[in-house]
């Protein structure tokens, strides 16, 4: 079991999965500790639907042949702002830069960016998926609880040996996932989070990120 910190900076967006399963018994624990992640006025937003097997099968399958038919659905909230102004869109410029370079997709392939997108469908070969949700009636102080209870699982995988992705991808099918996970109307699909092993030979997961200097984003007050 790894500290804090060495989770937090070994943690990374796995890409490419084994497809060893991840024990029932991790996930509960995992879970149920999560459930100590802060929320204002201790409201814990979070719903989940852990999906795995066969089910997981019938859910990538259900996808594939939705896309292959050309179904098309529309996200119930935007995933990025319209505008996404600078240095937000250069970040997202470079980490997409950055991955496609990994794998020796260039840009005016455009076709095989395609494909590898469509892999977000596949969980990246995920054995397991975690679908989070939250009710419609709560406002963006509640998903920011959202973020940080998931934080909290993607670290506590880590610390145990597991790897994980969050998934926004997911939300861009938002009735057909629903359906699948049988949502109550009140609420709204946020997002999946891909579990599993990296898998260390593909080169996608050689791929680390940067972040800015802290005096970037980090001003001192009389400290």
């Not at 796995?14 to 029932?24: E, I, K, N, S, W």
């Not at 459930?35 to 594939?64: C, E, I, T, Y």
């Not at 496609?100 to 997108?117: C, H, M, Q, S």
């Not at 102080?141 to 699982?153: N, R, Y």
Request: charged share 25%.
């Amino acid at each position: 079991m790894m500290n804090v910190h060495d989770a937090v900076a070994s943690r990374r967006s796995v890409r490419d999965f084994l497809p060893t399963p991840v024990p029932g018994d991790v996930i509960r624990r995992v879970l149920q500790a999560a459930a100590h992640a802060p929320s204002g006025g201790n409201l814990q937003p979070w719903h989940l639907d852990v999906v795995a097997g066969d089910r997981l099968a019938q859910l990538k399958a259900l996808l594939r042949e939705r896309i292959a038919s050309g179904v098309r659905e529309a996200t119930e909230y935007d995933i990025y702002p319209p505008q996404l102004p600078s240095p937000y869109r250069d970040r997202r410029y470079e980490l997409g830069e950055a991955m496609y370079a990994r794998l020796g997709i260039p840009r005016e392939d455009k076709l095989a960016r395609l494909g590898w997108f469509m892999r977000n469908y596949e969980a990246f070969g995920a054995p397991l998926v975690i679908f989070c949700s939250v009710h419609r009636r709560l406002g963006p102080p509640q998903w920011s609880d959202l973020g940080m209870f998931l934080q909290t699982v993607m670290l506590l995988l880590r610390a145990q040996g597991w790897d994980s992705c969050a998934q926004e991808s997911w939300s861009t099918f938002p009735r057909t996932v629903g359906e699948f996970l049988g949502l109550p109307d009140e609420r709204m699909l946020f997002c999946g989070m891909a579990v599993g092993q990296a898998n260390p030979d593909h080169p996608v997961n050689a791929l680390r990120s940067s972040r800015a200097p802290l005096e970037e984003f980090v001003r001192f007050h009389d400290a």
